[in-house]
């Protein structure tokens, strides 16, 4: 009589009794999952790298003036990044970021065509750093130049615009 | 349901009924002592934390004199979280120890390693020795002042082994002299030769504890003999859980020790700087740096450390061998010499670790 009871219980889903296994596997298997996440949350954490603390570079002396001859460029150290310092054939000064909006790399001064060139993949950049040809998406980042300094011993500044 | 689709995928391809058999059948016996035998899947779990947190460490870590000490400064003041692997490298690097030794002292105070399980006591011994390799190669690699003077020490006692010891020394070093060069050396130790021999010698060793099964002490072995029943339960998934519950322990204590205990970096190592002050190995090598202090340093004429080098050698080759001195167990019959020289060389490495922690 009970048993008909329980089974109409049971059937209805009402009240449905947790079985004693399934409960213990539940625990178990909550235990365990948490247990890792707790682990795996600071190692997770531990890949992610810190920001590298260096201040982002505002301005810095490229070259002296004399050390750059018209139709040439140099590359410069800005923070962390390579710069590039161009003179073009009329005695212009004009600075870029180095790196190639493309993947990286580092552009240079190509003297015969007087375009800043990536040697990686062929880009070609104008002395505006407007794209004119090749895969880069982005023109290059263009910075600042002054020159300061007594004649004769002028430096060139370059500074982030 | 999915994870037997994939279990059956694989079964097709595998034949794993060979493996779920074995799983199946797998029984670990139950007596007084049993609770020895949950410290060889401790090491094991201890080494596995080694490996996953030594793997974390190397993302960071710069191995050269110039860069390595600020490396792990960084690790510890810059990194998420690497104050906390780094605690828990060490801190488990010491436990490991600790629990290895254990587990040697209770193998041999059980004579476990009495026929046919031979080979499993070698390849532990060998296991053994390779953990103290670890420790020595890895006490370098934060390249601070106790370190740098500690590994002088160490690789100068390989330098009074008699005829090869000049050799060895240099070969240690990777020069004359403690510098940038040991510390590559090192490191090329820490992570590559030694974990590879250590992977290999850990198969063996399962595959060894695989095929025999548990040892069981040997009286309890002689009333099984004579017909009584050793009760048992089934490794899977029974025994499987109460391991996993002293992993579990481990993982507290390690968590806790690494929380509020941690290792301390200390001064960059600087070889023109003067010695500072009771500068000492880490504790498990304790035994051995406290007995060369105490030799004389002559005996008979031999320098008094070549004696000591040499005895420990010896002692290293005895202990390797300890299955097949033992005559007596391997025939059934109880050794007490053998409990006399396990307990010795047990009251020896505590007193004179104790000793070698207060000494001047």
Known sequence: MERQKQKEERASGLDTPVERRTFLDAVLGFGIVSSAAAILYPVWRFLIPPASGEPATASAVAARLAEVQPNTGILFRFGSTPGLLVRDPNGELRAFSAVCTHLDCTVQYAADTSQIWCACHNGFYDLAGNVVSGPPPRPLEQFAVDVRGEPGEEEVVVSRV | ?360
Not at chain 2, 165 to 170: A, C, K, N, S, T
Not at chain 2, 254 to 266: D, V
Request: hydrophobic share 55%; aromatic share 14%.
């Open chain 2, 1 to 360: 349901m999915m994870q037997e689709r994939v279990l059956d995928w694989l079964d097709e391809r595998l034949d794993l009924s060979s493996l779920r058999h074995f799983i199946a059948e797998k029984k670990v016996p139950i007596h007084a002592h049993e609770i020895w035998y949950y410290l060889g899947g401790l090491t094991l779990f201890l080494f596995a934390i080694q490996v996953a947190s030594g793997i974390l460490l190397i993302l960071y870590y710069r191995p050269s004199a110039e860069e390595a000490y600020e490396s792990v400064q960084f690790i510890v003041s810059e990194v998420q979280f690497g104050w906390l692997i780094r605690n828990v490298h060490s801190w488990s690097a010491n436990l490991l120890i600790a629990v290895a030794f254990a587990h040697f002292f209770s193998v041999f105070l059980l004579k476990s390693y009495r026929r046919p399980r031979e080979l499993t006591w070698v390849t532990g011994m060998l296991l053994l020795f390779l953990m103290l390799g670890f420790g020595f190669s890895g006490y370098l690699l934060p390249w601070n002042e106790l370190a740098f003077f500690a590994t002088k020490v160490g690789t100068g006692m390989a330098g009074a082994v008699p005829i090869i010891g000049d050799g060895l020394m240099r070969v240690l070093r990777g020069g004359d002299d403690v510098t940038g060069a040991t510390l590559s050396r090192f490191y090329g130790l820490h992570i590559a030769i030694l974990p590879a021999l250590t992977t290999l010698l850990v198969a063996g060793h399962l595959l060894l504890v695989q095929r025999q099964g548990m040892s069981v002490p040997l009286e309890i072995e002689r009333r099984a003999r004579a017909g009584k029943r050793i009760p048992d339960m089934p490794f899977f998934p029974n025994y499987v859980l109460r391991d996993v519950l002293a992993w579990y322990v481990a993982i507290a204590l390690l968590a806790a020790l690494a929380a509020f205990y941690p290792w301390e970096l200390g001064r960059k190592a600087d070889a023109f700087a003067p010695v500072p002050p009771g500068i000492r190995p880490e504790w498990y090598f304790l035994a051995t740096f406290h007995t060369l202090k105490m030799l004389p340093a002559y005996i008979l004429g031999i320098e008094g450390e070549q004696i000591g080098v040499l005895g420990m050698g010896a002692a290293a080759a005895f202990l390797v061998f300890v299955p097949f001195l033992d005559r007596r167990v391997s025939r059934g019959e109880p050794s007490p010499l053998f409990t006399l020289i396990a307990l010795f060389g047990l009251a020896y490495l505590v007193v004179f670790t104790i000793v070698g922690h207060y000494a001047e």
